[in-house]
């Protein structure tokens, strides 16, 4: 099977690569993936693929059941865009204005699709059932599209016995992938603290508070939070992003907006750090006279994978190229929205590896783009690590 997967995979790699980068042209920002979603659902009828739409707004679940009875997988892919200005100069770029596949959103769909019409064309060997998920506003933190997804009962007929997601890495070459049996990607909260006090004109400080002291005061102390109060050996970021406050060079304004963002992995580290922000925030405000109105806003849980099913994509992806494909990695701070979906069902989150050369931009910049000779190790991937999931599953594994 696994050879037969990998000739289906290549023999459809101009297809893939023709849809991302249809996909590519027409981006659509969080929630408003509507052209997307159509062209998703024409794609599944022309593979003979049943499906349901309208899940969460744009969503959409392709359904193949095969042959033999057994137990259900799923595979995500999510769907939107970002509001950025592509920049890469491709023959293929995007032509909404302010509007890019800047996260290889458009490669996951493609890879989906492809995998999809692979396991379509051996359903007779699949034991058990494959969901495709096309997963709207990833982008959309701290909201997201995965939670209104199970809200709006995307799983309440077939209900995923385990589940995959693959997102593009630009760290990593093509033919590697990123694999680890837990925490994979971080948890992303964010904040605002207003500073409210007493303004004045520049020459005569001492009649305010002045906020833009005390703000400065409060971002320096924040990053005491990890220095200082956690444990060095475990993970976590605090960082000031945003600082706005006063209008004019002579006057010292009433309020500043500092906002940022925390990263995480573990619930008890994140629990902590948010408690030493508030009393950091309130002693700062204290000391300087001024008052401090902290939000907290949570986002995206932390990514953990399932170890068994971690342990499983990890096989597949050595049966399919050789132990070299995967390399030891790092778990990353950034964050992702699958983290919602595994917080209800077992599963792994895996990195493929879609550098382009050693100048390679990042996600979420103006020139990124990848190497498309992943999207077909994508598609191998996720048709195989199904597959061998669902015979795993009827042993009884848990």
């Not at 619930?267 to 030493?276: G, Q, V, Y």
């Not at 390679?360 to 598609?379: M, N, P, R, Y």
Request: glycine share 8%; with cysteine.
């Amino acid at each position: 099977m696994k050879n037969t997967i990998k000739k289906l995979a290549e023999q459809l790699s101009e297809e893939v690569i023709k849809i991302r980068r249809h996909l590519h042209q027409y981006p659509e920002l969080s929630q408003k993936e509507h052209e997307t979603s159509v062209f998703i659902q024409e794609k599944l009828t022309e593979y003979n693929i049943p499906f349901q739409s309208g899940i969460a707004g744009t969503g959409v679940l392709g359904i193949i059941e095969g042959d033999k009875p057994g137990k259900t997988v799923a595979l995500r892919a999510d769907m939107d865009a970002l509001p950025i200005e592509e920049e890469t100069g491709l023959a293929f770029s995007s032509t909404r204005e302010g509007v890019m596949h800047a996260c290889g959103h458009d490669a996951h769909m493609a890879m989906l699709l492809g995998a999809g019409k692979v396991l379509m064309d051996v359903k007779e060997e699949l034991e058990g059932t494959v969901l495709l998920v096309f997963q709207p506003s990833e982008e959309k933190a701290p909201v997201g599209g995965a939670r209104p997804m199970l809200e709006d009962g995307v799983f309440d007929k077939y209900k995923p016995d385990v589940i995959y997601g693959q997102h593009v890495w630009p760290s990593l070459p093509v033919g590697e992938f990123g694999v680890l049996d837990e925490e994979m990607m971080g948890a992303s909260d964010t904040f605002v603290m207003t500073i409210k006090g007493t303004g004045g004109h520049a020459s005569m400080p001492q009649s305010s508070t002045d906020p833009i002291v005390t703000a400065a005061q409060l971002i320096v102390n924040l990053q005491t939070i990890v220095s200082r109060a956690l444990d060095p050996l475990e993970a976590s970021v605090v960082t000031v992003s945003k600082i706005q406050g006063g209008h004019a060079r002579n006057i010292i304004p009433n309020e500043v907006q500092i906002e940022g963002s925390i990263r995480t992995y573990k619930r008890e580290i994140k629990e902590r750090l948010k408690e030493r922000l508030f009393e950091i925030a309130s002693h700062v405000g204290k000391m300087y006279n001024n008052e401090i109105i902290v939000e907290y806003f949570d986002g995206y849980p932390a990514t953990i994978n399932t170890p068994t099913w971690a342990r499983l994509a990890r096989e597949a992806i050595i049966d399919l190229y050789g132990e070299k494909a995967v390399p030891d990695v790092k778990p990353s701070l950034a964050a992702e929205d699958f983290s919602r979906f595994l917080e209800e069902i077992p599963g792994a989150f895996i990195w493929l590896g879609a550098r382009m050369d050693e100048e390679q931009s990042g996600l979420h910049e103006s020139t990124f783009t990848i190497d498309e000779q992943a999207l077909t190790k994508g598609v191998s991937f996720f048709a195989y690590v199904a597959y061998n999931t669902l015979r795993k599953l009827q042993t009884g594994v848990k």
